[in-house]
């Protein structure tokens, strides 16, 4: 009997592995669909599937079950043929549901070795016939996957659909399914006999290897003997109709966003099919991807879709669907850990001393998969919300705020990016007559708008879709508005963080993470001021963000992210001078000082000084206030005003409830004007005072 301790050990090895096992597999997941996507296509890729509708994901979800519960059943009337001890269903359900899941991750169907592992160790089922029914299910696949393409052809022929490239693949499919009903099995059976007449294979590994491959071939023949063909058949159909049907219910979903694809069942399940076949192709990948995209992609061109569109469809629908699948073989595989009966062997001969051994074995996939599943976790909180925020609503001004003196006595404007109309637009406050006014309603995201020094233009960067996270730097275009006419232009593709040259001549603006361009606006000529990895010290893994560039000199303010953290001062001559951490370092308008946001404020972040000459750090400005976790600060043109968004404590830069505020530098911080009174997102203004 095993004691108290145990079964402690028992329980624990069983907990910690599914657990470690659950989360290596996560990581896997995450890391292969990020590793897939380039994160100028990642905005466009996530637009796609939040919007696919829920019922969507439900009848996928719902078919998901039908045909594992197919399956499974399948497996079972299998080995129920040549073994007495068969398992219930529940188990094989489990052991279907984890096998799907393995077998989307690995090439080439690897995962189906998954199958064997958990039946045989997990429910002591023999190996052999764990392999017949392996082959024999995989037959069946076959002819049913052969008929629905002859059923797809012939709703081709009544159309005008293109179906002449399906005659290949069916003949293709015949002809193997020809070859194993009339060579596989009695060659199988002939080698096994001959074999054994050899030396090598009549005593140890030899030996071991050819008995098993006759347990094989009797087990084989033995489910032939058992006439279950048609109740196989059906079931296979039927699991091939579940299979397609829940693809193509993701299909309609995927396709929502894009109103010119037609939703062609037949057209659709040849694309998925093709998708299929790329994905089992014995290449290099996890989870089928790139593989699963060609192959998906090339039928839709084929049949008539773009380039473009297919790719992104089917990279969605693969996406969506390895969630679904990971979740469901995710949880099934934890409550088989939890109720294996047989996993090594018995209970009675291992005892404490192999459940000692396997809760510490257990404890380091645990460990792992912890280890592995964090950084993918940080990647992914990284990428930003899939979503806009949600748009607030106004608040009312509370009668103790301070009015500032700035606001009495100049003329000039604040604008700022909002969502508070639905999306992020730019918006103009202005001092004379105290009104909000909508600049720009375009349907895309805007942000990060900057006042030419004339005060006449704004540049700012507007997204490639609708909704992009501020988070990625790398789907966004470079546009500039005319104040007095209302008139806009592109400036530049690719290209963020917009800012102007001191004579307003020449914008700057951050390119794909990792470029400081200068755009000369007349000429529409683009020089590289620096380049990680290239023209400057910065090792090519450092992303930059906010590059700010000195007044009459190219002397670069950047914010690091990647391999290296910091806020640092670039030389022309390639000096790197480091400020500590934090973010958001600029450049003070004559180019005397700098200033960043960094910790060590009430409510974490405060406005920091820099003194361009010694670099002494000093803290600026500290609300006093409720909203004290300040982000986004500029300086006026003239130096005398400091422009800022500040929250009560929430971080994310373009979905928390900032408030932008207005500081007349040098006078008591309690005098701050708050400008805005919204619980809608207000981020990233810049002021603007007339002389």
Not at 125 to 134: D, G, I, N, R
Not at 311 to 340: E, K, W
Not at 490 to 500: D, K, M, Q
Not at 528 to 546: F, I, M, W, Y
Request: hydrophobic content about 50%; glycine content about 8%.
């Amino acid at each position: 009997m095993i004691t108290l301790r145990g079964d402690y050990y028992k329980y624990f090895y069983r907990v910690a592995l599914s657990m470690g096992v659950s989360a290596v597999l996560l990581a896997i997941l995450i890391q292969g669909s990020l590793s897939s996507i380039s994160l100028s296509f990642l905005p466009k890729l996530l637009a796609v599937i939040a919007a696919v509708p829920f019922s969507c994901v439900a009848l996928y979800i719902a078919a998901s079950i039908f045909r594992t519960s197919l399956r499974a059943y399948r497996y079972r009337v299998i080995v129920a043929a040549s073994e007495t001890h068969v398992p219930s269903f529940f188990h094989f359900f489990l052991v279907t549901a984890s096998r799907n899941m393995f077998v989307d991750m690995l090439p080439a169907r690897l995962g189906e070795l998954s199958y064997v592992a958990m039946l045989n160790r997990g429910y002591a089922v023999a190996a052999p016939t764990c392999f017949s029914s392996l082959i024999i299910s995989f037959v069946f696949d076959l002819i049913a996957l052969t008929l629905l393409i002859v059923c797809l052809i012939l709703v081709q022929m009544l159309g005008t659909g293109n179906f002449l490239w399906l005659v290949p693949i069916l003949c293709l499919l015949c002809a193997v399914l020809i070859c194993f009903y009339m060579f596989f099995l009695p060659a199988l059976r002939l080698i096994t006999d001959r074999l054994g007449q050899y030396v090598f294979f009549k005593k140890g590994i030899g030996q071991k290897c050819n008995l098993f491959a006759k347990k094989i071939v009797v087990a084989l023949e033995e489910a032939k003997k058992a006439a279950i063909g048609w109740r196989l058949l059906i079931l296979s159909i039927g699991i091939r109709v579940g299979k397609y049907v829940a693809l193509y219910a993701l299909f309609v979903g995927v396709a929502v966003s894009f109103p010119m694809v037609q939703n062609d069942p037949a057209a659709a399940v040849i694309a998925l099919i093709s998708a299929e076949a790329g994905a089992s192709l014995p290449l290099p990948v996890f989870m089928g991807f790139g593989a699963y995209e060609a192959g998906g992609t090339l039928a839709m061109v084929a049949l008539g879709a773009t380039k473009s569109v297919s790719l992104v469809m089917m990279l969605a629908l693969h996406i969506v669907s390895q969630i679904v699948d990971y979740i469901f073989g995710g949880i099934a595989l934890v409550v088989f850990f939890l109720t294996a009966t047989s996993i090594a062997v018995a209970d009675s001969v291992l005892e404490n001393r192999f459940f000692k051994r396997a809760a510490l074995v257990a404890a380091i996939v645990l460990a792992t998969g912890l280890l592995l599943l964090v950084p993918q976790l940080r990647k992914v909180k990284k990428l930003g919300a899939i979503r806009p925020p949600d748009t607030g609503q106004i608040v009312e001004r509370e009668n103790d705020e301070p009015v500032a003196e700035v606001l009495d006595r100049t003329h000039g404007f604040i604008v700022w990016s909002s969502n508070r109309n639905g999306n992020h637009d730019i918006y103009k406050y202005s001092f004379q007559d105290k009104q909000i006014i909508q600049l720009t309603s375009h349907a895309h995201t805007e942000y990060f708008p900057r006042i030419s020094p004339g005060g006449e233009k704004i540049v700012f960067a507007r997204s490639n879709v609708p909704w992009v996270s501020q988070r990625n730097h790398y789907a966004w275009d470079v546009y500039v508005l005319n104040l007095v006419d209302g008139v806009e232009s592109l400036l530049a593709r690719n290209g963020t963080f917009p800012t102007w040259s001191q004579d307003g001549q020449a914008v700057y603006f951050l390119r794909e993470g990792y470029k400081v361009v200068e755009l000369d606006i007349a000429s529409g000529h683009e020089t590289v001021v620096l380049q990680t990895g290239e023209n400057s010290v910065l090792p090519e893994t450092v992303r930059l963000e906010t590059p700010s560039v000195k007044p009459h000199d190219e002397l670069v303010a950047l914010t690091l992210r990647g391999s290296e953290r910091a806020v640092v001062t670039m030389g022309p001559d390639g000096k790197l001078t480091k400020l500590g951490q934090g973010c958001q370092l600029s450049w003070s308008p004559t180019g005397d000082y700098l200033y960043k946001i960094d910790h060590g404020g009430k409510q974490q972040n405060a406005i920091f000084f820099i003194d361009s000459v010694t670099l002494d750090i000093k803290k600026w400005f500290d609300s006093p206030s409720s909203y004290s976790h300040e982000y986004f600060p500029k300086v006026s043109n003239d130096g005398d005003v400091l422009v800022f968004g500040a929250s009560k404590g929430g971080h994310e830069h373009d979905s928390a409830d900032y408030e932008i505020f207005l500081w007349v530098i040098g006078t008591p911080w309690e005098s701050v004007q708050r400008i805005t009174h919204h619980t809608g997102n207000d981020c990233w203004p810049d002021v603007y005072i007339a002389q």
